[in-house]
C-alpha cells in the first residue's frame, strides 16, 4: 500500500478525481494550501505598484492505493494535471505501514 501525495493547480483538480475515478480509486483527501516552487509566486497590482506575491494557490491530495494500482495512479494524475507550465505540480509517495478503517475495523488492503 500507498500514499500519494501531489500537489497541483487548483483548475487540475475535477480532472484528476475523474481520472482516478476512472480507475476505481474513489478515496481521495484534498487540501487546500499555497506554495511556490520554480515560478517563484507571481505579482499582483496595488494602487498602481507592483508587489511581489509569495505564494501561489495549490491543491493538495492524499490517496491511499492498493500496491498494484500504483503505477496506474500516477499516470493518471500526471496526465490530468499537465500542462506543460511551471507550476504543474509534485507528486510524492510513500509505503504505507498500516491502514485501518474506523467503522468496520477493516485494515490494509480491505480498508482501501
Known amino acids: ?18 481520472k ?3 480507475l476505481g480509486i474513489l478515496g481521495c ?5 499555497k506554495g511556490f516552487g520554480k515560478q517563484k509566486g507571481h505579482t499582483e497590482r496595488y494602487r498602481g505598484g507592483r508587489m511581489d506575491v509569495g505564494f ?4 493538495m491530495l492524499k490517496i491511499a492505493v492498493k500496491s498494484s494500482d500504483l503505477d496506474k495512479a500516477i499516470k493518471a494524475i500526471v496526465a490530468a494535471a499537465h500542462t ?25 488492503n480491505d480498508a482501501l
Not at 5 to 11: F, Q, S, T
Request: contains cysteine.
Open 1 to 18: 500500500m500507498y500514499m500519494i501525495e501531489c500537489v497541483i493547480k487548483p483548475a487540475a483538480l475535477d480532472a484528476v478525481k475523474s
Open 20 to 22: 482516478l475515478a476512472e
Open 29 to 33: 483527501t484534498a487540501l487546500e494550501c
Open 56 to 59: 501561489v494557490p495549490k491543491v
Open 84 to 108: 506543460g507550465n511551471v507550476g504543474d505540480g509534485k507528486l510524492f509517495v510513500y509505503e504505507l505501514g498500516k491502514v485501518v478503517r474506523v467503522r468496520t475495523g477493516e485494515t490494509d
